[in-house]
């Protein structure tokens, strides 16, 4: 037990949040716990399993299936032979797509030729989408309900309330968004601080992005704060598409950065020189040290601002040294230790060292947070607290200072707010003043 007795704890904050694509989760087709395929095609389809005509669901895991098992379009065909169907991966960076839902799309083609998007034998792609193409396809699925969304941000707000958390930072919001959450407090439904960061896809489009995001921080109150602007750079180890130094034992890549750091500079300094923020999404090592390397260049040649490095699941010890002139937070998942843990040291030998990198961090005093990256894994403290519990006593050491102190908003500038806990159980959570 973590917290025998009765505890408070002020301002408990999820610090990467997808706070829409939690009630999304929270409330379509879990595949989180099919053990074999075949599973999915028993499945008795639910009214809101449907985004549109789509069939969609969330947080299939394929090294828990039999081990020759592909994943390929037919399968899904022998069940769903017109009704379209999407079913993203766990890690959120890959989806399986029926041949219906290819042809949707626009990607029943042969011989595409992109390495996001795997093809069999016969040159015809399998209904395997990673990175990229699965992005794209994201987008292009009908849009949900003005309705369901706000009862997704809802369930998902009442989602993270039990969990105990009062501040949460969600990692992809949006001008809509933004505009229901000011609309969901008016109406007295809400009792969460958020932070919103908008995502920027690509150059073209930052200046839209910023454009929107200067708009809502002249809104900004103490229940909800607009940051900044988040670029994803690059992949996930799962799918061997984060950037390490080394190639990913038994193969000859080692993935790569889907912005060039020419981009990253530019970005940031505009960013910066608007008074917002920057926040990159970086797993492996050799990434974060770009995008630390490039930083450093910006603040010299005189334009300097806040910058969040997400996941840094894998850091090296020169990559810390260099961040100590930088303003600089980083935000960590211990949670993702219960998946990456069972491949981690087979397949980055040399790097196992340098994961989940909370101890050098600490050591070096560069700010940190943890959160949970929800729904990739569910919202909740006591599970980091036990990740990193069960870290060390495979070598990765725990922080020095008590976890839950990494757990809390790190910042002056909201309402203050208490969470009640009793033998590791979330009684109550309550704002001072939550409506002015
Ligand atoms: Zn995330």
């Known amino acids: 037990m973590f917290f025998s007795g009765e ?90 797509v029926n041949t219906a839902g290819l042809k949707k799309l626009g990607l029943w083609l042969p011989n595409l030729n992109r390495a996001d998007i795997v093809v069999d034998d016969s040159g015809w792609p399998t209904g395997h989408l990673k990175e990229k193409a699965h992005i794209e396809a994201l987008y292009q699925l009908p849009e949900f309900s003005a309705d369901q969304k706000r009862q997704q941000l809802l369930i998902a707000a009442q989602h993270f309330n039990r969990n105990g958390f009062t501040h949460i930072r969600d990692m992809t919001s949006s001008l809509d968004q933004w505009k229901m959450n000011q609309q969901l407090l008016k109406e007295g439904q809400l009792f969460l601080h958020v932070e919103h960061w908008f995502v920027c896809e690509s150059v073209t489009s930052l200046e839209k992005v910023i454009e929107a995001a200067l708009d809502c921080k002249k809104d900004e109150n103490s229940m909800m704060k607009l940051r900044g602007v988040k670029l994803f750079v690059d992949g996930s180890l799962g799918s061997h598409t984060a950037f390490i130094s080394q190639p990913y034992s038994g193969q000859d890549q080692s993935g790569q950065m889907n912005w060039s750091t020419e981009d990253i500079a530019y970005c940031m300094e505009k960013i910066w020189s608007h008074g917002l923020e920057i926040a990159l999404h970086s797993i492996g090592d050799e990434c974060t040290h770009q995008i630390v390397d490039t930083a450093r260049k910006v603040y010299a040649k005189g334009t300097q601002g806040r910058l969040h490095l997400e996941h840094v699941e894998i850091l090296r010890p020169e990559t810390i040294q260099m961040m100590k002139s930088l303003h600089v937070r980083c935000h960590l998942q211990p949670c993702h230790w219960f998946s990456d843990s069972a491949w ?61 102190n990494y757990h809390t908003y790190p910042y002056q500038d909201s309402e203050s707010a208490e969470t009640v806990i009793i033998d590791d159980e979330i009684k109550t959570i309550s704002f001072k003043n939550p409506y002015g």
Do not use: C
């Open 344 to 404: 981690l040291e087979t397949k980055l030998p040399k790097l196992y060292d340098h994961a989940f990198p909370w101890r050098s961090l600490e050591k070096s005093k560069i700010a940190f947070s943890f959160g949970s990256d929800s729904p990739i894994e569910p919202s909740s403290f006591l599970s980091n607290l036990k990740a990193v519990d069960l870290a060390d006593k495979k070598k990765i050491f725990k922080p020095q200072h008590p976890v839950i």
């Open 7 to 96: 505890h408070k704890i002020s301002n408990l904050y999820d610090s990467h949040v997808h706070w829409m694509y939690t009630g999304q989760v929270l409330q379509s087709w879990n595949l989180k716990k099919i053990k074999d395929p075949l599973e999915i095609l028993q499945e008795k389809l639910l009214p809101h399993y449907f985004r549109g005509d789509w069939v969609v669901g969330f947080g299939w895991d394929e090294s828990f299936w039999p081990k020759n098992f592909i994943i390929h379009r037919n399968f899904l065909d022998s069940k769903f032979s017109q009704q379209p169907v999407f079913l993203s991966r766990n890690d959120g960076h890959s989806s399986w």
